[in-house]
């Protein structure tokens, strides 16, 4: 009998985290390449062999639970990106995602094992740095703007007002 030591970190892994290692370990290994399968994922999670073994959840993660351009389906994690029907590749800022998905785009950093943790800076300064011109990067960011500015004004009157004077 084996007896494998598992890290605390290792024990409590989300498996959004374990799919954005094994997708980031894609990206970085293949720069050449733009995305990859959501089976190619799987088995890279499968090959890099985190927890011991592939936990079924990395399918679900890979295919909808991370992708950022697919409805919500009880997660509104932001770490993937569907380039087609079943291709990924890491999401980046300013890239189309649906309304509902405000969660995370990638681990926090305590949250995943230290040997993956170089994979947050690659990520940050060379595969997804920060945009100059992030502001409004989508048009989906100018909803609420100027809320404030017409707080506690009826738009009935507002318009109304605007118009005396018109013929």
Known sequence: MVIVKISATVAKLRVADETWIAMALLQREHPDRADFTVGEIVERARAEHITGSLRPGVYVHAYQHCVANRAPNSATLRM??????????L????????????????????????????????????????????WLSTIRELAGSGREIFKGVDADDYVRRLREGWQ
Do not use: C, V
């Open 91 to 134: 999401f980046r800022e300013g890239d189309e995602a649906d309304p509902k998905r405000k969660g995370r785009i990638t681990p926090k950093p305590d949250a995943i094992p230290l040997k993956y943790r170089h994979l947050l800076e690659w990520y940050r300064s060379e595969y997804a740095p920060p945009r100059e011109d992030a």
């Open 80 to 89: 993937l990106y569907a380039t087609g029907k079943t291709t990924r590749r």
